[in-house]
């Protein structure tokens, strides 16, 4: 089973930031990475599928890197409305299988 | 416009059943892998089952298996989750999620979530 871990747990930035939060995984796999935000008392949001490919209507400020072990999330010019949680999350080709990071909650400095 | 919509949650006892609907709307529900998604108060995503397009492979969580159980009604473009036996730690908001078409990959969108409360 592959385990993932974001880091930070919580990242204090100020709105016009540049902000890249990180996903690490406990064994390389090829790319099979989403991203989500969610917001208090709403469904988590599709952001970024395999790795860096952004999901429909998702602004070009979001933007989603990395390979193997190592994946980022990168938020330019940060708005108001991107301070939520975010979680990344390892997909499995076959058989399905699927591992959620623990979260990083993006704050307003 | 795609719209997922969970039914069903509420208060249970431990060892109590629930069964959870979901209905699928603004695309062809018979076209895509289909996911249960949980959220327990406070915490962060857990996946708990899939169920492929014809309903004939289904996944589990390992902490449910044999305990709940995913079908679809792709005549009633309805996803569903019968949970047997359920537990404190099940306690949970359950999101149902659309996978992909050949196979179920990431979740591209998301119902508003049923609440289930497992508790005595």
């Given at each position: 089973e592959i385990v993932m871990t974001q880091s930070p747990d919580t990242l204090s930035v100020s709105p016009g930031e540049r902000v890249t939060l990180s996903c690490r995984a406990s064994q390389s796999f090829s790319g099979n990475l989403a991203w989500y935000q969610q917001k208090p008392g709403q469904a988590p949001r599709l952001l970024?599928?395999?790795?860096?490919k952004r999901a429909?209507?998702?602004?070009?400020r979001f933007s989603g890197s990395g390979s193997g072990t190592e994946f980022a999330l990168t938020v330019t010019?940060?708005?108001?409305?991107?301070?939520a949680l975010y979680y990344c999350h390892y997909y499995n080709d076959w058989p399905p299988g699927y591992s959620f990071g623990q979260g990083t909650k993006l704050e307003i400095k | 416009e795609v719209q997922l919509v969970e039914s069903g949650g509420g208060l249970v006892q431990p060892g109590g059943s629930l069964r959870l609907s979901c209905a699928a709307s603004g695309?062809?529900?018979?076209n895509y892998w289909m996911n249960w998604v949980r959220q327990a108060p406070g915490k962060g995503l857990e996946w708990v089952a899939n169920i492929k397009v014809d309903g004939s492979e289904k996944f589990y969580l390992d902490s449910v298996k044999g305990r709940f159980t995913i079908s679809r009604d792709n005549a009633k473009n309805s996803l569903y989750l019968q949970m047997d036996s359920?537990?404190?730690?099940?306690t949970a908001v359950y999101y149902c999620t659309r996978g992909g078409?050949?196979?179920?990959?990431?979740?591209?969108y998301w119902g508003q979530g049923s609440l289930v409360t497992v508790s005595s």
């Open positions: 970024i599928y395999d790795a860096s429909a209507g998702v602004p070009a010019s940060l708005q108001s409305e991107d301070f | 695309f062809i529900f018979s359920l537990r404190d730690e099940d078409t050949w196979r179920s990959y990431y979740f591209d």
